[in-house]
Every structure is written in C-alpha cells, then in structure tokens.
Nanobody
C-alpha cells in the first residue's frame, strides 16, 4: 500500500517561497493522481492543486494560480509543490493525497483520494 510523507513546511515571511515535497513508499507515484490540500486554522480542508498520472496535466485553485506550481520527479518518486509569493492566507497544514483511478482537478473533494500523508505545516507571517 502506498504511503505518503510530506516535508518542506516552515515559517516564511509574506512574499517568500517554500517547496513542499510528497514522497511515496510502497508504490510508484507516477501511477497515481496526486492532489495537494490545505487546512487553515478553523477552516475546512480545501483543494489547492492536482497533477495527473496519464498526461501530467495540472490544475490549481484560483487562489494560488500563478504562484504555485505542482510537478513530479518520477526518478525520486516524489511530487513537489513550489509555492512562491506566499501570503498570510496561505497559512495552514498542507497535505498530499493520491488515487490510482482518478483524473483529478483542484476541485476534486478530499473523498476522491484514498491515501493521505500526515501533513506539513506552513506559516506565512505578514
């Protein structure tokens, strides 16, 4: 069974950058759609981005378009989320999630993904 581990979170000032990583064990990530979600304090978890397995297509929530980029490195079995020009409203716990059969978009609900990482915390100070 595939297990996901996120890393790369931290504290950054507004306007700064972070790169999150989602590494997999127990399976090959290039066979899976991988989504990124985030949960801000006191709010529901929301979709941020997604990368598909078949054609590598990507999708983003409107709130992060032009600032975030999702990519995969199949040689490292890892998916990345490059986050630039971070804003305080980007603060939250970021999760990656995967599914074998899904053709995803950033609007897919979390229930569409069947395995999850434990999350990594991102704090953006103003």
């Amino acid at each position: 069974q595939v297990q996901l581990v996120e890393s790369g979170g931290g504290l950054v000032q507004a306007g700064g950058s972070l790169r999150l990583a989602c590494a997999a064990t127990g399976g090959t990530l290039d066979y899976h759609a991988i989504g990124w979600f985030r949960q801000a304090p006191g709010k529901e978890r929301e979709g941020v981005s997604c990368i598909n397995r078949s054609d590598g297509s990507t999708d983003y929530a409107d709130s992060v378009k032009g600032r975030f980029t999702v990519s995969r490195d199949n040689t490292k079995n890892t998916v990345y989320l490059q986050m630039n020009n971070l804003k305080p409203e980007d603060t939250g716990v970021y999760y990656c999630a995967g599914d074998f059969d899904l053709y995803c978009s950033a609007q897919n609900p979390e229930g569409d993904f069947h395995f999850w990482g434990q999350g990594t915390e991102v704090t953006v100070s103003s």
